[in-house]
């Protein structure tokens, strides 16, 4: 509520996990140069610090199949331009790639579908169990 006598305390007491300036983990790293090994034609996406996650990068091969991780702040992307050396894009400016949200789209299609067949399935089981007990 609004208290007349109080200071400005307009600080935000949420922080991100690391300082902005900060660069990519280890483990990070590693993760990221396994993943790229043996792909094609793959795309860096730098996407923004929030007060919830910290700047991270979403990598995306030529199906549209891809990894996210933090890279801590702005030195993160020099780390990762220089370990990765592939196009490294800033998502605020260019979006997601077509094939990335075109895969995501795929993968929701079929994962509804396998619910269904799932739920469907139960259904007929209890419908089964159903008639046989009505039979006895």
């Not at 609004?2 to 990519?24: H, V």
């Not at 034609?41 to 929030?50: G, H, L, Q, R």
């Not at 220089?82 to 993968?107: A, F, N, S």
């Amino acid at each position: 509520m609004f208290n007349p006598f109080r200071r400005n305390r307009s600080k935000s007491t949420l922080r991100p996990p690391r300082a902005p300036g900060d660069t990519i983990r280890e483990q990070d790293a590693q993760e990221l140069s396994a993943w790229v090994y043996g792909r094609a034609f793959v795309e860096a996406f730098v996407e923004p610090e929030t007060v919830v996650n910290e700047m991270s990068v979403v990598l995306v091969d030529e199906s549209g199949e891809f990894i996210r991780r933090p890279i801590g702040g702005p030195k993160g992307i020099d780390a990762v331009a220089k370990l990765l050396r592939c196009p490294i894009y800033d998502v605020e400016d260019t979006g997601y790639p077509q094939r990335m949200r075109e895969r995501l789209e795929r993968e929701r299609i079929l994962r509804r579908r396998e619910e269904q067949r799932q739920r469907r399935k139960e259904f007929e089981e209890r419908e089964a169990r159903r008639k046989s007990e009505e039979s006895e």
